[in-house]
């Protein structure tokens, strides 16, 4: 367990309706990132982050913003939900010197 | 050149038979090759990984195949159990880092009693 707590674990939202998912670590890690999960595409990288309000883009950040105020929060914003952003949005960290992704178990979001 | 292809898409095997997945990669840069598995419901966890410097990594019942002049690595899972039954994703990176990951599509594998 890498102390990984998403929230909300289910949303459903209408079109044009901003929305925020957050991602709680418990043990410091410096490295935090946001996947969005979608059939037939895999993990795929929204934003990531290497440390307090130290962010980046990654392969699909267009509509989707990010901010980490604390090592241990980082929160996805969707501005103005559309429905292709429909999806299984994951948060993971990278392990000290390990170089593996430990993900959190998911948050579900269904934008009508 | 970024992309990792993952084949198949989805595989059905019996109970203690050899479930074999099979991913390639362009990029010549990767050097570090993990293969996660998925629940339903639940987050990717680490399975096995590989660096380019052997060809074979085992590990219990599953083994890592690589093929460094292919470009292409693969998941064997020996004598295949239900329980194995998940969505298992390869991955391809650089240097350590997340941001650097590249995943496969994901393949679902059911084990059949």
């Known amino acids: 367990d890498a102390g990984i707590t998403q929230s909300p674990r289910h949303k459903v939202t209408e079109t044009g309706t901003p929305v925020t998912l957050r991602c709680h670590q418990t043990e410091n890690h410096r490295y935090m990132y946001w996947y969005r999960q979608d059939p037939g595409h895999g993990l795929r990288l929204i934003h990531y982050?290497?440390?307090?309000?130290?962010?980046d883009k990654g392969e699909v950040s267009d509509g989707y913003s990010v901010s980490r105020s604390k090592t241990e929060d980082f929160l996805l914003t969707l501005e103005s939900a559309t429905s292709s952003q429909t999806s299984v949005y994951f948060c993971a960290i990278m392990g000290a010197n390990t170089g593996e992704l430990f993900f959190g178990e998911g948050s579900r979001l269904t934008v009508l | 050149q970024q992309q990792v292809k993952q084949s198949p898409q989805s595989l059905i095997v019996q109970k203690g038979g050899i479930s074999i997945i099979n991913c390639a990669y362009e990029?010549?840069?990767?050097?570090?090759f993990p293969w996660y598995q998925q629940f339903p419901g639940k987050g990717p966890a680490l399975l096995i990984a590989?660096?380019?410097?052997?060809s074979e990594k085992k590990e219990g019942r599953f083994t890592i195949s690589f093929n460094k002049s292919a470009k292409q690595f693969s998941l064997h899972i020996m004598d295949s159990q239900p329980g194995d039954s998940a969505t298992y994703f390869c991955a391809a990176s650089t240097a350590n880092y997340g941001q650097n990951f590249v995943f496969g599509p994901g393949t679902r594998l059911s084990v059949l009693p």
């Open positions: 982050s290497y440390g307090v309000k130290d962010t």
């Open positions: 990029n010549t840069a990767f050097d570090y």
């Open positions: 590989i660096r380019p410097d052997v």
